[in-house]
């Protein structure tokens, strides 16, 4: 995603639309795991948590706000999170990107991390005329980098998504073995 970093700041920002699909799975996720603080790896403008404090809902004591692409949230916080969020953003990273980005993802995340994984073309065309959703694979594919990017003692929650607005998903944990 980085390497298309430019491609994404001369779009509008994304909303953040798409946690909405996500949130009663991600409070589930956060109450079971006992997580205080979350990360959005990919917030988009942060709608949810801005306008509507979604995160006190959780029961969280603090959110962190990461996205390169928008400016008020391009600085990863310094701090670890209990649990890492993640919804429409790794189909957006170059293939070559993927192993990277889900090690940083891994790495700040304490307890779990709560990925959704777009399976489809993106309805958004980047300025250079390239689908937004430059890495389309299989769920085996996605399957193989989450497994050679894991860390230890963290529980990952991925739902694979088929289909605009996640009427056809798939939903996995995965654990280092």
């Known amino acids: 995603m980085h390497s298309k970093i430019d491609l994404y700041k001369q779009l509008p920002p994304y909303p953040g639309n798409s946690l909405t699909l996500h949130l009663d799975n991600i409070k589930k996720l956060i109450e079971t795991t006992k997580s205080k603080t979350a990360l959005d790896y990919g917030c988009g403008k942060a709608q949810h948590y801005i306008k509507d404090k979604i995160h006190l809902s959780w029961g969280l004591d603090k959110i962190g706000l990461y996205d390169p692409a928008v400016l008020e949230w ?16 790794l189909e957006h990273v170059p293939e070559q990107e993927i192993n990277k980005t889900l090690e940083e993802i891994f790495t700040l995340s304490n307890k779990c991390v709560y990925l959704n994984i777009a399976m489809y073309p993106a309805r958004q065309i980047l300025p250079n005329g390239e689908n937004a959703h430059c890495t389309l694979k299989p769920k085996q594919w996605w399957r193989y980098r989450i497994a050679e990017t894991i860390k230890e003692n963290i529980k990952v929650h991925v739902v694979y998504s088929y289909t605009h607005g996640n009427k056809n998903t798939e939903y996995e944990i995965y654990t280092k073995k």
Not at 74 to 89: A, H, K, M, Q
């Open 74 to 89: 391009n600085s990863l916080p310094g701090d670890n999170f209990d649990c890492v969020i993640s919804t429409d953003v």
